[in-house]
């Protein structure tokens, strides 16, 4: 894939070319439509790169790119328990 002239082979390319350089919505809205006309596997190949981040930018990268962790599947079920039991 090719994007903003950034050629993308590697992981590590996604993630630091990609998804850490999307400084907006908007922006990784666009990033994902590149990136969802080369394959159709976009959504779970980005969704699990999520599960690489902590847990604000596991949520800002879900959120923003439009995507859920492939095992993991939502937020509410990658967070450890007492910690769901804390905010409810």
């Known amino acids: 894939m090719i994007w ?9 390319d996604f993630m630091t070319k990609g998804i850490e350089c999307c400084l ?14 080369e ?6 190949n980005i969704g699990y790169l999520s599960g690489y981040y902590g847990e604000a930018d596991r949520c800002r990268i879900q ?16 967070a450890p328990a007492k910690d769901l039991k804390e905010t409810a």
Not at 4 to 12: A, D, P, V
Not at 24 to 31: G, L, S, V, W
Not at 63 to 78: M, N, Y
């Open 63 to 78: 959120e923003w790119f439009g995507v859920v962790h492939p095992i993991r599947s939502t937020l509410a079920e990658s």
């Open 39 to 44: 394959t159709p596997h976009a959504d779970v």
């Open 4 to 12: 903003k002239g950034e050629s993308f082979l590697t992981i590590g």
């Open 24 to 37: 907006t919505a908007e922006e990784a809205r666009a990033f994902m439509a590149a990136y969802r006309a």
